[in-house]
């Protein structure tokens, strides 16, 4: 039923056209600035707050609606078929690393975010790797006055976030906390990235000053709360990769029924049938790895990770096979700006490396079987 509300939600709100409206309408717009502007459509996502649909993860006694992964995992599924450009699935993440922390902070963040506020995670190193360790920003002073520094990367949805959750080191350990958009010292630098229904920017802090109230995770508590949160972080991320690729094999489906070439549709050739077969097969394989991984977060903590890990592997390398097939089978279109498949293959390639990558996981995930 949510799945259902949050698609036909969409599909009026969201679809193709307004999205080539938002961010592929001119190209020297979008690149020739140096940045990606990344535009995005604020009364979507108003709607989608009053679904309910931005704190579909936040527990009821938060004021959420307190569902389970595989609820929130649909939705991210949906988000990915129309390739929303909002804050969802930063403010998503962010939940589930803001659950994972028992303290006022932690509450007080997530009421928020049920109110509708779209918050990020700061918490990727420089490498690209989920931080748990923590060494780009530092946290100093009491924890009644902390004060950060230093430089995070990777942040996503930087610009449509009214805070971030950010992750720092102290003498004690990594903490996490809150820090608003326009604190005093923040600045935020804009990545240029390839995926234009996103932004990404860089966070530094130049003796941010916080108060008591913004600490989520005292130091020493943060590094629980991220790697807990990490297997439900993977499946969102997996989930929408798995959404979007629906949506390049359905278009492409549609396309070799109509294109004809040599007296015949495109289907009717072999070297176009098993291409698409194997879109669908990849497709159902990531996406049973997903869900299995999302009732593993739900019911069975102990294997989500290895789970998780598993699922966003599987959702990278069905990525890149459903991107380069669809453009493929698109022929001379495939990759030009007036196909709308290059937004979808862009998304793709940003979610392929978005919190590690297949090889990442895989190298992870190896130590987890030893």
Known sequence: MVRDSVARYLADNAG????????????????????????????????????????????????????????????????????????????????????????????????????GAAVSLAGVRADGDWQVDC?????????????????????????????????????AGVGLYRVAADAPGLTITPDRIVDLTRDQARLKFNGVELDADCVVA?????????????????????????????????????YARTRVQFDHPLGFFQAVKH????????????????????????????????????????????AGFCSGRSVQLHGGIGFTWECDLHLYFKRQCHNQVLYGDAGRQRDKLAALLD
Not at 228 to 242: E, G, K
């Open 275 to 318: 291409p698409t077969v194997n879109m669908m097969l990849d497709i159902d394989r990531a996406r049973s790895l997903v869900y299995a991984a999302a009732c593993a977060v739900d019911c069975e903590p102990a294997t989500a990770e290895r789970l998780a890990r598993m699922a966003k592997a599987a959702a990278s390398d069905m």
């Open 135 to 171: 060494e780009e920003v530092q946290a100093s002073g009491s924890n009644d006055a902390p004060v950060l520094s230093g430089e995070a990367t990777f942040v996503q949805d930087a610009r449509k976030a009214g805070s971030f959750l950010v992750a720092a080191k102290a003498e």
């Open 16 to 115: 193709i056209e307004s999205l080539r409206a938002l961010v592929a309408g001119d190209p020297e717009k979008a690149y020739g600035s140096g940045e990606n502007p990344a535009p995005w459509n604020e009364q979507t996502w108003q709607g989608l707050v009053e679904l309910g649909v931005s704190s579909l993860a936040v527990p009821e006694s938060n004021g959420g609606a307190g569902m389970k992964m595989v609820a929130v995992a649909a939705v991210a599924e949906e988000a990915g078929r129309v390739a929303l450009p909002s804050p969802l699935v930063a403010t998503l993440v962010a939940t589930c690393v803001a659950r994972e922390a028992d303290s006022p902070g932690a509450s007080a963040l997530l009421g928020e975010i049920a109110g």
């Open 218 to 254: 005292p130091p020493g508590q943060g590094s629980e709360a991220l790697m807990a949160a990490l297997p439900a972080v993977l499946v969102i991320v997996a989930a929408d990769m798995c959404g979007a690729a629906e949506w390049q094999m359905q278009t492409t489906a549609d």
